[in-house]
């Protein structure tokens, strides 16, 4: 029987392509600290979660290696989307909000996800649980480390089983055109760390994982504690960011420069926006539809992605303009914000 992490030649040849889209997405992507990715044992990616899909879609475009991860269960019950998923290298996990009994059926993925590490293809899970668009961290869901130590057991004594922290930095939530930094951070070899920490029992161990799991994944955001002062708190790091966060910090042109170049183009502007009404019209009905905002940028990626496709990709340097265009009225608004302040 096939396995979720089994080679496919269709999803082979189609994951540049996505791949390529993806990027497509966003003003600028870069990826940081790629050497930090193991290569002599099994790899689970640990990332941040607050832009839902698009979040497995940046580590997925880490490189080109074929990954697996896991989606909350209940989007498995219709057998035609579960084959889909499952064909997109995508497993169930229950969570605790579905209930102990439905948390307690997670031993089959913890099983599966064990025989993905076996045969050396990465796996996916964000270890938060869910997905809330803020520079902070949610705690820790305990799954992550209990896959780490059940696949230790199985083969950790043949090669190592690494838990890398990913920190995903999007210049805006709610905008899919923005820039995002994919930053890759020094790995917990669990097989030496449960060596170091022979004296601590299974719960014990779990609880010392999380708590530097937590940590490493802190340092690749430009995090802040969400309490009662964090919207002020996070404006002055982003304003001013502390290395090596300066990196994430936007590069404005001046208003006196923006404003004219903008009058000039706007023929140009009224040109591409008339040749990807179509695609303009799917984005505005999916920000109409969808409460969650969190959402937005994961659906219009797979919105434009289909559009895109079946365009043969021809109306794609007008989209980007468009997108570009709108990306400088916004900044322009923000600064004008800022001054007022």
């Known amino acids: 029987m096939a396995q979720v992490q089994d080679k496919n030649r269709l999803y082979a040849f189609l994951r540049p392509y996505v791949d390529w889209m993806f990027r497509r997405s966003y003003r600028r992507i870069q990826y940081v600290g790629k050497e930090n990715i193991p290569t002599d044992g099994a790899v689970i990616f640990s990332p941040n979660h607050s832009n839902a899909l698009c979040d497995a879609m940046a580590v997925l475009t880490i490189n080109s290696s074929r990954k697996v991860f896991v989606a909350r269960a209940d989007i498995f019950k219709n057998p035609r989307q579960?084959?889909?998923?499952?064909?997109?290298?995508?497993?169930?996990?229950?969570?605790?909000?579905?209930?102990?009994?439905?948390?307690m059926h997670n031993d089959e993925t913890i099983h599966n996800a064990v025989l993905t590490l076996r045969d050396g293809v990465p796996f996916c899970i964000l270890p938060e649980g869910t997905h809330r668009p803020k520079h902070s961290l949610l705690p820790l869901r305990k799954g992550i480390f209990r896959i780490a130590l059940r696949a230790n057991e199985l083969f950790g004594q043949d090669k190592p089983v690494y838990i890398v922290p990913v920190g995903l930095e999007y210049g805006d939530y709610f905008h899919l055109w923005d820039d995002l930094t994919v930053n890759i951070g020094q790995p917990i070899n669990v097989t030496q760390f449960v060596k170091e920490h022979s004296e601590l029992d299974y719960p014990q161990l779990i609880n010392a994982l999380r708590e530097e799991l937590t940590l490493r994944m802190r340092e690749l955001i430009l995090w802040v504690p969400d309490d009662d002062n964090y919207e002020q708190n996070i404006?002055?790091?982003?304003?001013?960011?502390?290395?090596?966060?300066?990196?994430?910090?936007?590069?404005?042109?001046?208003?006196?420069?923006?404003?004219?170049?903008?009058?000039?183009?706007?023929?140009?502007?009224?040109?591409?926006?008339?040749?990807?009404?179509?695609?303009?019209?799917?984005?505005?009905?999916?920000?109409?539809?969808?409460?969650?905002?969190?959402?937005?940028?994961?659906?219009?990626?797979?919105?434009?992605?289909?559009?895109?496709?079946?365009s043969l990709c021809l109306p794609l340097p007008f989209w980007m303009f468009v997108q570009e265009y709108i990306y400088q009225i916004r900044q322009l608004k923000n600064q004008f914000q800022l001054h007022k302040k």
């Open 82 to 103: 579960a084959k889909i998923l499952n064909w997109l290298k995508i497993m169930p996990i229950n969570r605790i909000r579905d209930g102990v009994d439905e948390v």
């Open 235 to 310: 404006a002055k790091l982003q304003s001013d960011p502390p290395a090596p966060f300066n990196r994430f910090k936007k590069r404005t042109l001046p208003p006196a420069l923006v404003v004219p170049l903008l009058v000039v183009l706007l023929p140009l502007f009224v040109l591409s926006a008339a040749l990807t009404l179509p695609l303009w019209l799917g984005v505005l009905f999916i920000r109409h539809k969808v409460a969650d905002r969190a959402f937005h940028n994961s659906i219009q990626y797979v919105w434009q992605l289909l559009c895109l496709t079946l």
